[in-house]
């Protein structure tokens, strides 16, 4: 009640309209010979006498009705109601795995989503909001609307996925969407599991809503079947670790197929990170699949999968001017058979292509482009893929990198000291793996039956080969590159990864079998197979004509798994603390009761006329 | 709807001359033959001594020697006696409405009662005819006494002027009243606005009681289609009643269809009993309604 002093009219208004109505009561007295025909003309009219006093007063009840409706709206009273007051408003909507965790009152995407819907239903007539899904990939499920109708719509058809959370896609589309709109802002709702954010400079406003309350999880963090050479058994390696803050126990078992080979009762202390290992002798290579029997709030990441490789050793050919670092690593790789060479000529090179699993270049510029296999670049031009050299960066410092890829997996760059390097620029096609500042320094291309690796330095120029990832690293990618060929060879991917394989000539179309059984049809594409569906835990299957892929997703993201609540999203060096839904703002009423005052008064008139 | 002026006293101007002289020649005519008090130029139900031929009946010892038909007994050996219609005159009552009721209109429907009931009366006795009339209202009831004659006219008319409205409507007890005072059925004339609710068993009543009766019904123009607008609070000049009523179409539809409602009771309720019903407003001529309406109902001829 902004001008309460305005009610105060009603008391002299009022008194005018009762005067008046007690004025315009008197009527004319006329004296008739006889009301006998009058009595029964109105008869029926006075047969309801007290509705007909009703009715009379009834006016006088709608007009003082219609008085204090106006003279409540001249006191100005409002009422405060969550509104958006105005704005463009972008809601960025969090669907990765760590939003399927149970938790207070729900999943914590349910819960997103009913705030969301808050939003919406805050909006004002003006008012606009676009949405943003993000996962694995950030994408608009509805770019900027007034129709509230179709933002829930919009909201209830967002799925959850087990992919990890790509924010800062998300955040970028969101503020790209709201753009140079004036009083944007941008609503986050996320449960904060994803690397903190690089900063952004954008005049929208960025509004944190934190979803999840508690942390009850246990994860695979790790899981990997290898066979040390000459060794009869496999050895798996698992990792897990406890999320919750009480001790939990749980049940690790290891399957190949629908064969059991172990079981193991775990109890893991508070934040405990526990590795097994396990010595299997299996008698065949293929998929192992580690369950993990606990009650935690997210099941996405109780399951991880693992290929156990057959004993075949990879040839290597590294053709370097001479490194002897880089030598010794590949050759102490395990079923690795290193060939060396100076220099070769283009028909050699053509030849190696097919010859050899992986051909290493360092500092050798390859003689001929390859049709298929694998290559790996060390400060070396590409063939115009999968790079070019560009500009020298003196003393770069690895700024970003992708720990997800399966050539990075285990290995910090963060510390790596380099002399010098060139940047490099990735042609299309190639993803960039590491990044000095926002020039690209490690770049993978993957393709039809050939796989491209390329540094941007000198490994001599660098301490990279006396660290302790520099194996890890080369046996990351000797892997990686040899599955070029292996297409058929089942491989365990990230959720949400994009998935090319090369489908054979003849056939237009691959028929995917997802997880759940569901199955989809892609089409093939200039000889290629994407597939990116793979937004959920499990194993998945392809066909393409006769040939047959098989792979298996599993979370294995540690910031997915970590469920704890955060206090603040982290922008750079900017903290963005979790907030509230929309503002509460005053909402003034004084229009409704106009309008009802209208309508009464309108009523008033009819049943006036009604009367005669 | 004003106060009339005081009733005229003179009996010029109660009836003119003219009319007057046309009204001579007019008489009342009754559908019932009914006895009546003397010798008249009625027929009357006894059997008389008229020239008229009426039946015959077997002589019995005493009766007059004179009306035996003697050619019957030649023919037959019997004795007959012929009987003749008897003329007598007719009682004429005729019953004035005074009440306050009445006091309305332009001319007042009094006022024209007044002259219709002269005019009535007169026919009567320019026709030999026994003239009472009876004046009633609430509480007081007044009659006068058997005129008869030409010669009563001026004597007719005075009392007539000297009736003022005042009362209520109380049309049951009157014509409980005038059954009881009449000297022998004859034809009532009703000369009222019958606005009273017990208008019904006063009609019933004279009905029963034989006689023959012509109710004239008389409406102010204002009663018959009322021009009155707004809102107004309708005041009853006899009782004092009121009623509150929001002049409009609706209202005043449903007020004529009331009065038609009404009017057509009126007029059935007399035609069971084989009565003459007229309805009058006030702004007609009461020779025309003397003489060309009551004329075409047969009741004047």
Not at chain 1, 138 to 166: E, H, I, M, Y
Not at chain 1, 274 to 281: C, F, I, K, S
Not at chain 2, 225 to 233: C, N, V
Request: net charge positive; aromatic share 8%.
């Amino acid at each position: 009640m902004l001008a309460p002093l305005a009610l105060l009219a009603l008391l002299p208004l009022a008194g005018i309209i009762i005067l008046l109505y007690l004025l315009r009561l008197r009527r004319r007295e006329v004296i008739i010979p006889s009301v006998f025909l009058w009595r029964r003309a109105v008869q029926d009219v006075q047969a309801n006498a007290p509705f007909q006093k009703l009715r009379r007063n009834l006016l006088l009840l709608l007009q003082l009705a219609a008085l204090t409706a106006l003279v409540a709206g001249l006191a100005a009273p409002y009422v405060m109601a969550r509104r958006l007051a105005g704005r463009s408003t972008v809601i960025v909507l969090d669907a990765s795995a760590s939003m399927q965790a149970k938790d207070e009152g729900g999943t914590r995407l349910e819960q997103a989503k009913q705030r969301a819907a808050e939003i919406v239903k805050a909006m004002g007539r003006r008012d606009e909001a676009a949405l943003v899904v993000t996962a694995a990939r950030a994408s608009v499920a509805l770019p900027f609307s007034g129709d509230r109708r179709r933002l829930l719509a919009a909201l209830k058809a967002a799925q959850p996925t087990d992919c990890p959370t790509n924010m800062r896609d998300g955040l970028l589309l969101a503020l790209s969407l709201a753009g140079k709109r004036p009083k944007a802002r941008v609503y986050v709702l996320t449960d904060g599991a994803f690397p903190p954010l690089p900063s952004v400079a954008s005049p929208a406003e960025i509004r944190f809503l934190r979803l999840g309350r508690r942390n009850d999880n246990v994860a695979i963090l790790a899981f990997e079947a290898a066979r040390p050479p000459g060794a009869k058994e496999h050895q798996v390696f698992l990792r897990l670790k406890n999320y919750a803050p009480q001790a939990k126990q749980c049940v690790v078992s290891l399957y190949q197929g629908e064969d059991l080979l172990d079981a193991e009762q775990v109890e893991l202390r508070p934040g405990e990170n526990r590795v097994e290992t396990y010595g299997l002798a299996l008698k065949k290579a293929g998929v192992l699949r580690a369950d993990l029997e606990v009650q935690d709030d997210l099941p996405a990441d109780n399951v991880a999968y693992a290929f156990a490789e057959p004993a075949a050793p990879l040839s290597v050919l590294l053709v370097t001017p001479g490194n002897l670092f880089l030598e010794q690593a590949l050759v102490v790789l395990p079923e690795v058979k290193v060939f060396k060479a100076a220099g070769l000529s283009a028909e050699e090179a053509t030849a190696a292509y097919t010859k050899y699993d992986v051909l290493v270049f360092d500092r050798v510029t390859p003689p001929a482009a390859p049709a298929s296999g694998a290559v790996m670049l060390i400060a070396a031009e590409g063939w115009g893929q999968p790079v070019t050299l560009g500009q020298e960066i003196a003393s770069p410092t690895i700024t970003q990198w992708d720990s997800q890829h399966p050539v990075l997996r285990y290995v910090n760059l963060s510390a790596v000291q380099i002399a010098k390097a060139r940047a490099l620029e990735p042609a299309a096609g190639a993803t960039v793996l590491a990044r000095a500042g926002d020039r690209a320094v490690v770049v993978a291309q993957e393709r039809a039956e050939l796989r491209a690796l390329a540094f941007g330095w000198n490994f001599l120029d660098s301490d990279l080969p006396l660290r302790v990832g520099f194996p890890v690293l080369l046996s990351n990618s000797v892997r990686w590159l040899a599955q070029a060929r292996g297409g058929a060879k089942p491989i365990t991917v990230r959720p949400g990864a994009l998935l090319r394989f090369a489908a054979p000539a003849e056939a237009n179309e691959a028929e995917v079998t997802l997880p759940d059984g569901r199955r989809r049809t892609v089409t093939a594409t200039g000889g290629q197979v994407a597939f990116t569906d793979t937004n959920r835990v499990g194993l998945y299957h392809m066909r393409a004509g006769d040939q047959e892929w098989r792979w298996a997703v599993d979370l294995r993201n540690p910031e997915e798994s970590d469920l704890s609540p955060k206090g603040e999203l982290k922008l750079g060096e900017r903290k963005v603390a979790a907030g509230t839904g929309p503002p509460k703002v005053e909402q003034h009423l004084w229009p409704y009761l106009a309008l009802f005052a209208l309508a009464v008064l309108l009523g008033e008139w009819h049943l006036y006329h009604r009367r005669y | 709807m004003s106060r009339p002026a005081a009733s005229r006293s003179t009996r010029s101007y109660l009836l003119s001359p003219q009319f007057l002289r046309r009204l001579e020649q007019a008489a009342i005519a009754s559908r019932r033959i009914m006895v009546g008090r003397t010798k008249g130029e009625r027929r009357s139900a006894r059997k008389g001594t008229s020239v008229e031929f009426a039946d015959f009946r077997s002589y019995t010892p005493g009766d007059d020697l004179r009306y035996l038909d003697w050619n019957a007994y030649a023919r037959l050996q019997r004795l007959f006696l012929k009987l003749f219609m008897e003329e007598e005159d007719l009682h004429v009552y005729l019953l004035l409405d005074t009440s306050r009721s009445m006091d309305f209109g332009s001319p007042t429907k009094f006022a024209w009662s007044v002259q219709a009931a002269a005019a009535l009366a007169y026919i009567a006795l320019c026709s030999g005819d026994r003239v009472v009339l009876f004046a009633h209202a609430e509480g007081e009831g007044r009659n006068s006494r058997i005129y008869r004659g030409q010669g009563c006219a001026p004597e007719l008319f005075e009392w007539l002027a000297r009736l003022r409205p005042e009362g209520g409507t109380v049309l049951s007890g009157a014509s409980k009243w005038l059954l009881n005072t009449a000297p022998a059925p004859g034809i009532t004339f009703v000369v009222s606005d019958l606005l009273s609710p017990d208008w019904e068993a006063a009609i019933s009543r004279l009905g029963a009681a034989g006689g023959d009766c012509c109710a004239l019904q008389v409406f102010s123009r204002e009663e018959f289609q009322p021009t009155a607008q707004g809102d107004l609070r309708l005041v009853d000049s006899e009782t004092g009643q009121a009623r509150e009523v929001t002049m409009g179409a609706s209202v005043l539809r449903r007020y004529l269809r009331e009065r038609d409602e009404f009017l057509t009771a009126v007029r059935k309720t007399c035609h069971r009993y084989g009565f003459s019903h007229l309805f009058v407003v006030t702004d007609e001529s009461v020779e025309d309604v003397i003489l060309k309406s009551l004329r075409r109902l047969q009741v004047v001829r």
